[in-house]
């Protein structure tokens, strides 16, 4: 009996055991390790989700343990199961295990791809914040205005509890069950236009509660992972500002293989080399795909209050962790009408001082973490000490809802300058007329 260590980050790592391992008798999963995402180590992957073989479940270490691990547990196989790394920082890993005396495996779409009864439309990227949540709003309201039943299964985040499945139609749901900013950010704009959107720990019945009042499921990425749900057509996104990105992490260069449709986006931020060289890239694996570039379009509310002002700019988490970004939205608005943008670096407290010190690329910004409710506490402290005139808030989520600021503030929001109608309705026609 082969025995596995999973290396994940709460998410794809979760799916791959329901998937392959769960009731596989010929292997036995010793542990879980855990990375990116913080307060998901030492824990227990529950035995009513683990079945039959774990009646105690699966012990979550940090991943900074892995090979005391492996000698531990006499492991013989280890499982890379997250997602946008480096591929030198992948090999590195793999050096290490390999050296160590255990396997380095990956898990494919064809072991780990659920089957709808309904249509799906993926929509993935080659890194984190290309902008995956705006263009999957999008499709999701075109569907809706054309009167056909649509919802969203989100990517996992399972950063407080292990439900099997989440459903939130309303914001009371979102109240009573998403507990952490990166939840609200990806539910929250759904909700509110009146789609329900999925997500939990186990996938194949996540996919059977939204088949049940769906007529197309849309599947909204995490990162730059591959979908969980086999889709019918695959839209990947592209960032213009990350040239060369595209083939140089990991999954992500596996999205760009399997795309119907790629989106470029922010091409108005981006030097024409840059998008040229993307094209490019595009056009090498799949010199008959549609292109659509996308343009950013920023909304701030009464950016009057910012000109001539010191600003701390909030940006979206991941993004600016583990996506690569120094800067986003926010900082992209605000710059030529405020007088400064504040370095927050000093000031931050806690976790969010340990965040700056993991991704030294990240510029005068702040990235809005808040994994928990300590951590949420933590970043409102780090706001309260920040020498600003105004904070702006560009995360899509409100900020203002969650936690006290005792400063000035204003909100941006963003999107892209797309026209999707066409390939919604042609996806109506191939999968929803025709079936019917």
């Given at each position: 009996m082969e025995r596995v260590i999973i290396l994940g980050a709460g998410g794809r790592d979760f799916h791959n055991f329901n998937t392959f391992f769960r009731d596989n008798s010929s292997y036995r999963v010793v542990a879980f390790t855990a990375a990116q995402i913080p307060f998901i180590e030492n824990r227990i992957y529950p035995p009513e989700l683990a079945g039959r073989f774990y009646p105690d479940g699966i012990p979550i270490y940090p991943e900074e343990e892995l090979l005391d691990l492996i000698t531990e547990n006499r492991a013989t196989k280890v499982v890379f199961s997250y997602s946008d790394v480096s591929y030198e920082e992948l090999m590195h890993m793999a050096s290490k295990v390999i050296a160590h005396g255990a396997d380095f495996l990956f898990l494919g779409p064809g072991k780990t791809m659920i089957e709808s009864k309904v249509p799906v439309i993926s929509v993935c990227a080659v890194r984190t914040g290309c902008g995956k949540s705006a263009i999957t709003r999008k499709l999701a309201t075109i569907f809706k205005e054309l009167g056909i039943r649509v919802s969203v299964i989100r990517h996992p985040m399972v950063y407080s509890t292990f439900e099997p499945v989440l459903g939130f139609s309303n914001i009371k749901d979102l109240d009573k069950k998403a507990c952490t900013i990166e939840e609200?950010?990806?539910?929250?704009?759904?909700?509110?236009?009146?789609?329900?959107?999925?997500?939990?720990?186990?996938?194949?019945?996540?996919?059977?509660?939204?088949?049940?009042?769906?007529?197309?499921?849309?599947?909204?990425?995490?990162n730059n992972d591959f979908p969980f749900v086999k889709p019918d057509m695959e839209v990947v996104l592209l960032d213009a500002m990350r040239p060369g990105h595209e083939t140089s992490y990991w999954p992500g260069e596996v999205n760009l293989r399997r795309g119907n449709l790629y989106i470029i986006t922010k091409v108005n931020e981006a030097r024409k080399s840059s998008l040229k060289r993307i094209r490019n890239s595009i056009y090498e694996i799949n010199p008959e795909a549609e292109v659509i570039e996308a343009p950013s379009i920023f909304t701030v509310t009464n950016p009057k209050i910012l000109k001539g002002k010191k600003v701390l700019i909030i940006e979206d988490g991941p993004s600016i962790t583990h996506g690569g970004i120094a800067f986003g939205a926010g900082a992209s608005a605000s710059r030529g009408i405020a007088s400064k943008l504040v370095d927050p670096r000093p000031y931050a407290v806690g976790s969010i001082r340990k965040v700056y010190e993991k991704y030294p690329h990240i510029g005068r910004v702040l990235p809005a973490m808040g994994y928990s409710q300590e951590q949420i506490k933590e970043l409102e402290e780090t706001i309260k000490r920040v020498d600003c005139d105004v904070v702006v808030i560009a995360t899509p989520v409100d900020l203002r809802k969650i936690m006290k600021i005792n400063k000035q503030t204003v909100k941006v929001s963003y999107d892209f300058v797309i026209d999707l109608s066409h390939f919604v309705n042609s996806f109506v026609e191939e999968y929803i007329e025709k079936g019917s």
């Amino acid at each position: 009996m082969e025995r596995v260590i999973i290396l994940g980050a709460g998410g794809r790592d979760f799916h791959n055991f329901n998937t392959f391992f769960r009731d596989n008798s010929s292997y036995r999963v010793v542990a879980f390790t855990a990375a990116q995402i913080p307060f998901i180590e030492n824990r227990i992957y529950p035995p009513e989700l683990a079945g039959r073989f774990y009646p105690d479940g699966i012990p979550i270490y940090p991943e900074e343990e892995l090979l005391d691990l492996i000698t531990e547990n006499r492991a013989t196989k280890v499982v890379f199961s997250y997602s946008d790394v480096s591929y030198e920082e992948l090999m590195h890993m793999a050096s290490k295990v390999i050296a160590h005396g255990a396997d380095f495996l990956f898990l494919g779409p064809g072991k780990t791809m659920i089957e709808s009864k309904v249509p799906v439309i993926s929509v993935c990227a080659v890194r984190t914040g290309c902008g995956k949540s705006a263009i999957t709003r999008k499709l999701a309201t075109i569907f809706k205005e054309l009167g056909i039943r649509v919802s969203v299964i989100r990517h996992p985040m399972v950063y407080s509890t292990f439900e099997p499945v989440l459903g939130f139609s309303n914001i009371k749901d979102l109240d009573k069950k998403a507990c952490t900013i990166e939840e609200r950010e990806e539910f929250e704009p759904l909700v509110k236009k009146g789609i329900t959107v999925y997500a939990g720990v186990d996938y194949k019945q996540v996919v059977r509660a939204a088949e049940f009042d769906s007529e197309v499921i849309i599947w909204d990425g995490g990162n730059n992972d591959f979908p969980f749900v086999k889709p019918d057509m695959e839209v990947v996104l592209l960032d213009a500002m990350r040239p060369g990105h595209e083939t140089s992490y990991w999954p992500g260069e596996v999205n760009l293989r399997r795309g119907n449709l790629y989106i470029i986006t922010k091409v108005n931020e981006a030097r024409k080399s840059s998008l040229k060289r993307i094209r490019n890239s595009i056009y090498e694996i799949n010199p008959e795909a549609e292109v659509i570039e996308a343009p950013s379009i920023f909304t701030v509310t009464n950016p009057k209050i910012l000109k001539g002002k010191k600003v701390l700019i909030i940006e979206d988490g991941p993004s600016i962790t583990h996506g690569g970004i120094a800067f986003g939205a926010g900082a992209s608005a605000s710059r030529g009408i405020a007088s400064k943008l504040v370095d927050p670096r000093p000031y931050a407290v806690g976790s969010i001082r340990k965040v700056y010190e993991k991704y030294p690329h990240i510029g005068r910004v702040l990235p809005a973490m808040g994994y928990s409710q300590e951590q949420i506490k933590e970043l409102e402290e780090t706001i309260k000490r920040v020498d600003c005139d105004v904070v702006v808030i560009a995360t899509p989520v409100d900020l203002r809802k969650i936690m006290k600021i005792n400063k000035q503030t204003v909100k941006v929001s963003y999107d892209f300058v797309i026209d999707l109608s066409h390939f919604v309705n042609s996806f109506v026609e191939e999968y929803i007329e025709k079936g019917s």
